[in-house]
């Protein structure tokens, strides 16, 4: 079968860095996406990882390791802004998305 | 204005009712995606459709129906509603690029069944 785990909620500072940790098992792989959902609206895409390694993108990166099942978005700098719930999704073998159940981030001053 | 725009925002009804909720896209795109969340759990796929004459189920259609009047419209239909379907409802597009698979939401629809 597949599954994901994230956690359920994180705490950080304002101005700090955030690693927010997501892994995965199945059988089929062909990527791993992080979406940014604020509370009460749509989700957006963040990032897509297919091949091993890390993806920077401005305050945002996002690391795959596929031999670990393991994935990890890190949030540089942050703000008051990024209080945010973060959405790990897997596609598989068939490219469907899986989506794991979201790690609520809370960012306090 | 939206990319994708969804109808009605918010519904609260009865048990048994019929619901319909709309779903409408401006970028062109082929794919639409009919999905619930609920609060603990990860998005849940009701429906897709890959292009107007292609509707597939996906992990959790019983009790839920769709069509594809168009390529920019995909609406889900909840026959009879029961109190267990409450839940927020998203429609999404894609691209039919499968390398990326980068999902565009609709603004989401509350529904309440009483």
């Known amino acids: 079968g597949q599954n994901i785990d994230q956690p359920t909620e994180m705490t950080a500072t304002e101005g700090a860095i955030v690693q927010i940790n997501c892994t995965y098992q199945t059988s089929g792989f062909n990527g791993l996406f992080w979406y940014q959902q604020h509370a009460g609206e749509a989700p957006t895409f963040l990032s897509y990882?297919?091949l091993d390694g890390l993806e920077e993108k401005g305050r945002f990166s996002s690391f795959l390791s596929r031999s670990k099942g393991y994935s990890y978005l890190l949030l540089k700098e942050l703000q008051m802004k990024d209080s945010a719930s973060y959405l790990c999704?897997?596609?598989?073998?068939?490219?469907?998305?899986?989506w794991g159940a979201g790690t609520k981030l809370i960012i306090k001053p | 204005d939206a990319d994708v725009t969804q109808t009605p925002r918010n519904r609260i009804t009865k048990t048994g009712k019929r619901i319909m909720l709309e779903c409408s896209q401006t970028k062109g795109h082929d794919r639409m995606y009919w999905y619930r969340q609920d609060p603990g759990l990860g998005l849940q796929l009701i429906y897709y459709s890959f292009d107007v004459k292609d509707i597939n189920k996906g992990e959790i259609s019983d009790g839920y129906s769709v069509s594809r009047q168009a390529q920019a419209k995909f609406s889900l239909s909840l026959e009879s509603a029961i109190p267990n379907q409450t839940a927020l409802y998203f429609c999404?597009?894609?691209?039919?690029?499968?390398?990326?698979?980068?999902?565009?939401f609709g603004e989401g629809s509350r529904l309440t069944v009483l």
């Open positions: 990882n297919v």
């Open positions: 999404a597009t894609s691209e039919g690029d499968r390398d990326t698979g980068e999902l565009f």
């Open positions: 999704a897997l596609l598989d073998s068939n490219y469907q998305l899986i």
